[in-house]
Each structure stands twice: as structure tokens, then as C-alpha cells.
């Protein structure tokens, strides 16, 4: 079992920048492809980006390419996610998820974070 709890949203101004970041309590973290999500209310989950199990191989919704890294530390079984030139609609509370094969599709995900809200003021 893996737990994941999600730290560092906030308020940020359009423009700005803010790096997410989810803590994993597993030891074999390095075992799972990890992957951010994101949600408002009223709509499913939202394919934000995945990163291989090594950390080697990204993926990025097309929406996301160019403005957002997804990173991975498996020595300290934390994943990031560093947004930049944030939008108002980057709005949401951002999930990360794990699994054991990448995948932009929320159902394929085995583990999931509370989540951390994002709100950029326009």
C-alpha cells in the first residue's frame, strides 16, 4: 500500500510560478510510474503529466508541454511538479497518483493523494 499526500499549493498570481510536491511513504517507490492529476469541481480528473519509474521518460498533457516539469527524486520518495507562467485556468486541486505502468488515464491509477488546492488570481 502506498500512501501519497500532496504539499505546496496556494495562491499564486497569473504569471507566477509554484512547485507541488508528493511524498510517497513507500520504500519501493522507485517501482511505481507516478503521475499529477487535477480536478475542479463538477469535472473529472484532468491528465496533468507522468514520470517513468527511473525518472528517465516525461509525459505531458499538450496544455501543460513547455510550462510545467514533472520531476522525480526516488532517494527521498518525492515527486514534483514545478509550474510555471500559470494561467487562471491552472485553477484546481492537483492529485498525484501511482501506478505500475504509465498512463494518462486516471482509472489505470492504483493510488492516489488528498490532493492540494492551486488558485491563480488573474
Known amino acids: 500500500q502506498v500512501q501519497l499526500v500532496e504539499t505546496g499549493g496556494g495562491l499564486v498570481q497569473a504569471g507566477g510560478s509554484l512547485r507541488v510536491s508528493c511524498a510517497a511513504s513507500?520504500?519501493?517507490?522507485?517501482?511505481?510510474?507516478m503521475g499529477w492529476f487535477r480536478q475542479v469541481p463538477g469535472k473529472g480528473r484532468e491528465f496533468v503529466a507522468a514520470i517513468s519509474r527511473s525518472g528517465g521518460s516525461t509525459y505531458y498533457a499538450d496544455s501543460m508541454e513547455g510550462r510545467f516539469i514533472i520531476s522525480k527524486d526516488n532517494a527521498k520518495n518525492m515527486m514534483y511538479l514545478q509550474m510555471n507562467s500559470l494561467k487562471p485556468e491552472d485553477t484546481a486541486v492537483y492529485l498525484c497518483?501511482?501506478?505500475?505502468?504509465?498512463?494518462?488515464?486516471?482509472?489505470?491509477?492504483?493510488?492516489w493523494g488528498q490532493g492540494t488546492q492551486v488558485t491563480v488570481s488573474s
Open positions: 513507500e520504500h519501493t517507490f522507485r517501482s511505481y510510474t
Open positions: 497518483a501511482a501506478n505500475g505502468e504509465i498512463s494518462i488515464f486516471d482509472r489505470e491509477y492504483d493510488y
